[in-house]
């Protein structure tokens, strides 16, 4: 029987080597945006399409960059598929704060603690195998890259 750090590797390099959802979207309708971690070199780019219902119509991913940071796009991006708006940003409250990122400490950040996700209410799946992640701070950012990138892209295509 393999470790539960074994799977979690295995999970994480197929991602790597099968990213899923790679490619473009014609823009518009999708949006296109840019996300860069200076401090490993890692590129996302990300094509977001919402249908009116604010709902991941569909997702594309693009970019380059360290394993951990293309294999937690490729995850994202399974993971927000189909989902709306509001799910996703619970979603990416979960995943911030499993990478021990608190809501309150990030910039302008509207939520107080008090309003925190309940964590039975948001299944992480795949995310959960860069749980391992939050022991070497400094590949943190690699791994929240594709959220970040992806909060930047729902806020375009939605208006705001
Ligand atoms: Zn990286």
């Known amino acids: ?23 473009e979207l014609d823009v518009p ?11 490993c070199g890692d ?3 990300l094509y977001v399409q919402l249908d009116a219902d ?4 569909d997702i594309r991913i693009g970019g380059q960059g360290c394993s951990i940071s ?3 796009a490729s995850m994202m991006s399974a993971a927000v598929k189909g989902r709306t708006v509001d799910e996703i940003e619970r979603l990416t409250r979960a995943f911030k704060s499993m990478m021990s990122i608190h809501e309150s400490s990030l910039e302008g950040a509207e939520h107080d603690v008090d309003d925190e996700v309940d964590p039975v209410d948001v ?7 860069l749980r391992g992640v ?27």
Not at 1 to 23: A, S
Not at 134 to 159: H, M, Y
Request: proline share 6%; hydrophobic share 35%.
């Open 134 to 160: 939050v022991k070497f701070p400094v590949r943190i950012k690699c791994a929240t890259l594709a959220w970040n990138t992806l909060s930047q892209a729902i806020d375009e295509a939605s208006g705001d």
């Open 1 to 23: 029987m393999p470790g539960l750090e074994d799977l979690y590797r295995e999970i994480i390099l197929d991602h790597y080597r099968n990213p899923r959802n790679r490619g």
């Open 43 to 45: 590129e996302i780019v």
């Open 54 to 57: 604010g709902t991941v119509d």
């Open 123 to 129: 299944k992480l799946g795949d995310l959960e195998a």
């Open 70 to 72: 293309q294999s937690s």
């Open 29 to 39: 309708p999708a949006v296109r945006v840019e996300g860069f971690n200076p401090l």
